[in-house]
């Protein structure tokens, strides 16, 4: 069975700090991964994608960079955090990326507060 | 550009009443429709989806009906429990890119 796994689980944060987020799926090889950013009560906005290691490509931007250093994980990170990072950080995968079947798996999201 | 609209951002139901919560879409693609739920404090999951027009499709009590005539994949059920009570997104499969509604919060009192 799959499993995707987050930490931290939350993340309290003063602006200007550094902040990073990791995701580890286990139980599927080369999946597609996702990073999307929730505000409280609010839509998911796609922030990251990744097909393959190494590779990442960006949807919007938002002061955020992720990198896909192993085939099972993927990071999201800031030099410097904005009050506007605060919200629920939910990495997904998929495994039929470019197809209109294409279904998310999310983690269990990371919650972000910045001070 | 593609879209998807949710019109009713909070829906308060009494247990056991019939509920239809809204999803409409605009799509250049052949549409794929999804809906998610959310419950509180955790990740979204997939509710219920299809691409096939005309043809109801069911989960867990839940159902929803593509109508590509009229752009719409509305969900419903027809007695809500108090274990609906979450956040519902519809979601449109965009090319490669999965576009979410606004979400609507079900909130069902005893």
């Known amino acids: 069975a799959q499993t995707i796994h987050q930490w931290p689980v939350a993340e309290i944060k003063a602006v200007g700090s550094p902040l990073s987020l990791g995701c580890t799926i286990k139980?599927?090889?080369?999946?597609?991964l996702y990073w999307y950013w929730q505000a409280t009560g609010g839509t998911l906005q796609q922030l990251f994608y990744?097909?393959?290691?190494?590779?990442v490509e960006s949807v919007v931007q938002l002061n955020l960079s992720a990198s896909r250093p192993k085939d099972d994980q993927f990071i999201l990170s800031t030099e410097k955090l904005l009050l506007s990072h605060s919200g629920f950080y939910l990495c997904a995968w998929s495994l039929d990326w470019g197809t209109s079947a294409e279904t998310l798996y999310f983690g269990s999201g990371t919650r972000l507060t910045v001070l | 550009g593609d879209s998807v609209t949710q019109t009713e951002g909070l829906v308060t139901l009494t247990k056991g009443l019939p509920v239809m919560l809204n999803c409409t879409y605009q799509t250049t693609y052949s549409p794929f429709l999804f809906w998610y739920v959310q419950h509180l404090n955790e990740a979204p999951k997939l509710l219920l989806k299809s691409s096939t027009d005309n043809k109801r499709t069911e989960h867990q009590g839940f159902y929803a009906t593509l109508h590509k005539s009229s752009s719409s994949f509305h969900l419903q059920k027809s007695s809500v429990q108090l274990s609906d009570s979450a956040l519902y997104f519809c979601?449109?499969?965009?090319?490669?890119?999965?576009?979410f509604g606004t979400g609507t919060k079900l909130q069902v009192v005893p």
């Open positions: 139980g599927k090889s080369s999946p597609n």
């Open positions: 979601a449109l499969n965009s090319g490669t890119y999965q576009r």
């Open positions: 990744s097909i393959t290691v190494g590779q």
